[in-house]
């Protein structure tokens, strides 16, 4: 009975750890599948799993400053290798694991002068579809296109 009760705990812990919240979607993460450098695979819950719905996550946070903040509140930071100001936002980069940027941007939702920080997500863009009409050329030299 106690191997079943843990068996049953740890099938639930495995599934909720595989489950990451981000941008106010949830992703599922792809365990048999690595980026080209190690990310992590994520696909968004109950969507396809296809090269249209694949991202890596990324060892980014985009961090937005509250009004009238500095990017030096990010001062502090562990782990950080580079930070990248535009205006209200700043983008940060950390160093470590592939969930580097999971981590980072919890410590840096907590500090004060800090909107929000979420880890960015990148994906491969590729040609989707072309018309198999005759009529339907595209020729970039002529006028219209």
Not at 26 to 55: D, H, I
Not at 58 to 70: A, F, N, R, W, Y
């Amino acid at each position: 009975m106690r191997f079943l009760v843990l068996l049953s705990l740890l099938a639930y812990s495995s599934l909720l750890h595989g489950q990451i919240a981000i941008g106010g979607k949830r992703f599922v993460r792809s365990v048999s599948e690595a980026g080209a450098k190690g990310e992590w695979v994520l696909y968004e819950k109950n969507a396809p799993q296809n090269k249209a719905t694949r991202r890596w996550l990324t060892k980014q946070v985009l961090v937005e400053l509250q009004p009238g903040k500095s990017a030096a509140v990010l001062g502090g930071v562990a782990g950080t290798a580079k930070t990248t100001t535009r205006g209200r936002y700043v983008v940060v980069e950390f160093t470590g694991n592939p969930d580097a940027a999971l981590s980072g941007a919890e410590r840096i939702r907590k500090l004060p002068g800090v909107r929000s920080a979420e880890p960015m997500l990148a994906r491969q863009l590729f040609r989707r579809f072309v018309p198999d009409d005759p009529l339907f050329a595209y020729d970039a030299s002529k006028a219209g296109y």
